[in-house]
């Protein structure tokens, strides 16, 4: 039995601990929010947070959540969350929308670390998200909107 803290609450998991946390999420738990693309570490859409920090939860495994504090979308939250999903809205990021709760989770952990991002640190923070629909413009400026 494995145990982490999954969006705040106590979650205790028996797997085989070298299981892909992404299918822990998805499949045992039910949260779809987290997307599988491909499960390689190549395209973002499997973000999740531990700890703030956005890693790929296809190549995290379940023993590596051990105790760990695990954020998927569902469970984001805080001032930059809010505010990214706000200009998000306004910005109508968006075409498919598939990658974009990866897009999100990535976006929030820069806003969180920091506030006034430059072209330049946006464009290295989201450079392991990718979209298929390149709405890369559209996140560009749904971020400096969330900073302003
Ligand atoms: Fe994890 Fe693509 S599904 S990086």
Redesign the pocket.
């Known amino acids: 039995m494995i145990t982490f803290n999954l969006n705040d609450e106590k979650r205790s998991v028996d797997a085989d601990p070298d299981t892909p946390l ?1 299918w822990v999420i998805r499949d045992e738990i039910g949260l779809t929010g987290t ?13 999740v947070h531990i700890d703030g920090e956005p890693v ?4 995290t495994t379940l023993g590596d959540a051990t105790d760990q504090n695990i954020t998927t979308i569902e469970g984001l939250e805080g001032k930059a969350a809010k505010a990214i999903q706000a200009a998000w809205q306004e910005i109508e990021v968006p075409q498919c929308g598939y990658c974009q709760s ?1 897009q999100i989770m990535s976006a929030t952990s820069l806003l969180a670390q920091n506030p006034k991002p430059s072209d330049e640190d946006i464009d290295e923070a989201m450079s ?1 998200n ?1 979209c298929r629909c390149a709405t890369y413009v559209r996140i560009r400026k749904a971020i400096h909107h969330a900073s302003d």
């Open positions: 992404l997307k599988f693309g491909c499960g390689a570490g190549l395209c973002g859409a499997c973000t790929r939860s296809c190549q990866g392991g990718v």
